[in-house]
């Protein structure tokens, strides 16, 4: 096992680059184009706050996928963990993230987990708040507070982009709404949604929420504990079974460690009571993954000992 | 948290039986009737060879989909990680596990992991042996270096009763033939999956089980490495994604501890670097899960902080 | 077999009757309630436009899926088979009207046929106007042209109606826009397919539309041919096997002759060279189609051998 | 609309020929190679029993899927219409022929048709005989009667290949015999739907069983009717909505003529009260359908006037 050091993450970052030439860039964002292929950062914050980065840890890109953790943590916050199950539910699906048919084909029209589109709309409309954008001042100040960052903020031009782009999301919510799986209303949680993908973050804003599932809920500087440890389990543990989309199991093998991605190629990893990663690698594979950045992730675990199904790091403390 | 003491167990025994109620005994088991109903019984054996027992722990019962842990161990053993994942992928699934659409669905028909029944039919296809008696013969040797339990026998009646009820695994055999992904004799691996659900055991050897997963691979009293640890890890990462059927994201987040489990109301766990559980309860409800046995499990997560995806146990360290 | 007279008609009707019960009235139409249930009226036209009618001929229904071939014809007028049949297909699908996952199970997200939901919003997106009101009176002065009925009105209740119940549809046809199938603008689609549905007919007015099918597009009086007839071939065929929702097959066989029929209770047969029968029978089965109607459809085809697939009506001719 | 005369078949084979280069020859048939992918014949039988033929109408190939219509005639004769659409359905299905997932999709596991695989064998089970080869020897012995030709044959080599690629029949088979659909034995129902399929004919043998459908029911030259008309009444419109696999909603509007084809290339039309036509043509597309044979039966109907949702023939009469 190596040791986390800056010079080590320097090095990582240029044995994963290479895998970047596999992937492609999702030009659905505005201002992405070719020349963000390349791109491979990784902000690194252990339990006692030390951070490392490496590479091109100051990009900014927008949340995409990796703000289903987030709706999901206030979500539970706002109602619990029965509440938000009804809605949704927490199992794996071996397919697409924006699968429809899985809707149609059970019984139960719920979306399997909050990490697949339909989910994430289920999971959005509940969230509190007087008007749409009062729900999303909310989600943001979860954020910033998360993240103890005050200057995130929303990109109005991805928001655009998401929304007229969002045929297929609209789709999925109303079939929810013919189900009656989505009671509220459909444009307001497609709204909100759209504007939850759009905030923009880098690196180190990762690895803060990344951190903070690994802490169990606690506000980075303060201490204070923003939420119970027990939701916080709950989101750690469908990361894990869900959230590299329909390549979490690979993950789960290959990484053994609870991960969030978003097909801006940003990548939230959360090792419980270690550390909290962050990674941002624009060119994806064909399910949604940085293929830089997961590659990264990858041997970060192998490296680093942070497989969650591994004994090295136990064995070691023996 | 609690600490584990026989007489904990005995309670916690107490309070997860009431649960069996809501399940059924699998009737297509030979010699099993509506008597084994309120059967519950539990073992855990910690890495220091500690042994915990409580409630009907010297019943037997067939391993059933348990051994679909121990194939997945042998053929990594015969063949390596890249050879079995060729033919069986490591993604969950969202469906029954006997479910055959996902076969057809898919650009390649590999089963989505070695979970489920089609998955587990191509593993076995894979281990080595020159007759289906001489690869019979490794498994069940190998099965009893695990638990150092050399009594360890097949069930001739389970078997028979296996085969005779086998259509709908054939019908997945043959459909995996049909499109190559299956290369070797069908009726071969058919029946040495049969022989492998109808092995009898008792909770100590399920525990012994979950303990070799947990320890990485050592025998129980030679500490000699049966198998390389990255083995077990994989197969600890496919059993918290798909081992509890497709209830394996419920049980991630309620439990957190990776898990296998069979029709006969088997359960085996695993908490690296921790601990094996073998529990049985043979009231299964209609995904496949011993009900009591379940609930035990949720409740043994609970109390002894064995969630993988909690950080008591570190704060507790810290 | 029987001759056709107003008599045989009226016994027709009692016989057909008592299947009423097996059914249920759509409650989702305004004004729609239990009272319709027994209500069975049929009109049939002969080529010689002899008219005979029998029990509640003179009510009103929407036409609801019924329209889904009036649209066809039009789509087919304004553009050729070829083009038609770019955006959606003519095989007949064995899944529910308003099934979503055909859409995103094949290569092509084409719909199956124009006889399903997601089918006859991507031709009602084909027909040409400057405006949905343009679009939508062209298609209703073409309807008033076929039944010569001035008089033709749509319910705005309704229409209404349509709209406030039209999640699922909204989902096909915003899945279908996600995929590239619908180009146009979505609502708009939408909102003339809702008007079209809610055109109210009387048998009469049906019997009309199966005549012109049954000639081969002549105007009733003026015999000026309003579309070609091997457009008309095209439009029977469809019918014959998807008009009656997924119970088309049910119907080629017991009945035999080319059939749509709508959730209202409401059916068009159009036998080539001989007659239009029109059905109203507002009790639904599962599957969509008139209890009382399909009986008597059922009926009919066997008293006065209208069965496309017999040779009754060949051998006594010759 | 032209004259049928040998002179005209022969030119319509001539303008057929072309769309052989687009399909391929099934290799998985014995003695079946590319020199075949040319060969296009056809004969023609009218109600009075001329027989009009061209091409290469003397070639023999297997029945391959043609047989599924004489199985489906024998089960009807056996147990009449109830008894054998209990164990299969009527509906035309959206998908392959081989298709599995449709038996796990719906309710009920019955197949959707007899005129796929599934539906097939489980109508193969119903037919009645102390042993295969004795049910077989009936099949034989009634398609004999039906084509009056004594010499009928079935092809050892075709069966036995049948038989050795016969891992997608049988996986659809066992399924069904997971489900109870199929109770009998299976290997004896897939044996008897091996043989069928393998029974060798010409052009004139599959329009001899094109025009006992068109006569409804009655034997060459005796004139005996040997099963009644309704039916082959049932038969017919089968053929109609499901007869050329998933292409059959196309023939439907296209050639507008109860079909059913085989994967050797060969077609057999039945034109109620008309005429029989036999058809080979070993080229086929990705969907089963010969291609020059699907394009000669196409200028056959519009020819000769044989769409029966067309009215030219009925327009010309009067």
Redesign the interface.
């Known amino acids: 096992m190596k040791e986390l050091t800056e010079q080590y993450l320097m090095e990582a970052i240029e044995d994963s680059k290479p895998f970047a030439s596999s992937g492609n860039v999702n030009m659905n964002i505005p201002n992405t184009d070719e020349t963000l292929k390349d791109l491979l950062g990784v902000t690194i914050i252990t339990m006692d706050q030390e951070c490392y980065c490496a590479g091109d840890y100051m990009e900014c890109v927008p949340m995409q996928s990796t703000s289903k953790i987030i709706g999901l943590m206030l979500a539970l916050q706002d109602f619990g963990k029965d509440r938000v199950f009804q809605a949704v539910?927490?199992?794996?699906?071996?397919?697409f993230f924006n699968?429809?048919?899985?809707?149609?084909?059970y019984d139960t029209s719920k979306p399997?987990?909050p990490m697949i589109n339909a989910g994430a709309i289920a999971v959005a409309a509940l969230i509190k708040g007087q008007s749409v954008e009062k729900r999303f001042e909310r989600y943001l100040n979860f954020l910033k507070k998360i993240t103890s960052h005050e200057e995130l903020w929303m990109s109005e031009e991805v928001y655009e982009a998401e929304k007229a782009n969002g045929?297929?999301n609209?789709?999925?919510?109303?079939?929810m709404?013919?189900t009656g799986t989505l009671v509220t209303d459909?444009e307001e949680a497609l709204d909100l949604y759209f504007r939850m993908n759009a905030v923009m973050m880098n690196c180190e804003d990762f690895a803060r929420v990344g951190l903070f599932l690994?802490?169990?809920g606690r506000a980075p500087h303060t201490e204070e504990r923003l939420i119970p440890?027990?939701h916080?389990?709950?989101v750690?543990?469908?990361m894990?079974?869900?959230g590299m989309y329909?390549?979490?199991?690979?993950y789960?093998?290959e990484a053994?460690i609870?991960c969030k991605s978003g097909v801006s190629g940003s990548i939230i990893g959360a090792i419980?009571?270690r550390m909290g990663i962050g990674v941002i690698g624009p060119a994806i594979d064909e399910k949604g993954n940085s293929t830089a950045g997961g590659a990264l992730i990858k041997k970060l675990s192998q490296d680093l000992g942070l497989?969650?199904?591994?004994?090295?790091?136990?064995?070691k403390e023996r």
């Open positions: 539910g927490m199992e794996p699906m071996g397919d699968s429809i048919s899985q809707l149609e084909s399997f987990n045929a297929r609209r789709s999925l919510a109303y079939f709404q013919s459909v690994a802490r169990g440890p027990h916080l389990r709950t750690k543990a469908i894990m079974t869900s329909n390549s979490s199991g690979h789960a093998v053994g609870p419980p009571g497989n969650m199904f591994g004994i090295e790091n136990i064995e």
